[in-house]
């Protein structure tokens, strides 16, 4: 099984989106990026990857909110989980998002290959699987084929 760690904002959600949502007052569905949400669903299918869901929005919805709102957004690729949320290592504010992956992992010892979407580089040592975004842009179609290599193995063009 292949899977795909997706953060939401930074990812499907850019900043100038949310800019625009607060200044209008429109819903978070609004914020989703319909370009990157297409990307996803793009490289969802190509790799014949799930997602598990490791934004914070996990704090705020549960699965099947999640899976509504993005679904709502044109997501097509199967929402599988969400990773745990973790409790903040001794003298941390709060919890490394690659700890709490790791877990999920740990829990899931059939995932074959893994990538991880976000904006952000708390993973300590998951940062190998790590396909960085910018908040102001969102995914883009480079961040996909490196995605698709991690995934399926392949190598880019130099």
Sequence with gaps: MRIIFLDLDGVLVT????????????????????RAVALLNDLVARADARIVISSSWRELFNLDELTQLLGSAGLQGPILDVTPIGLPAAGAKTAVRGHEIQQWLDQHPNVSAFVILDDAADLAHLEPWLIRTDIEEGLQPHHVERALALLCGTRLAE
């Design 15 to 34: 900043a100038r989106l949310l800019r625009r949502i607060t200044a209008e007052r429109e819903s978070l569905a609004d914020a989703l990026d319909s």
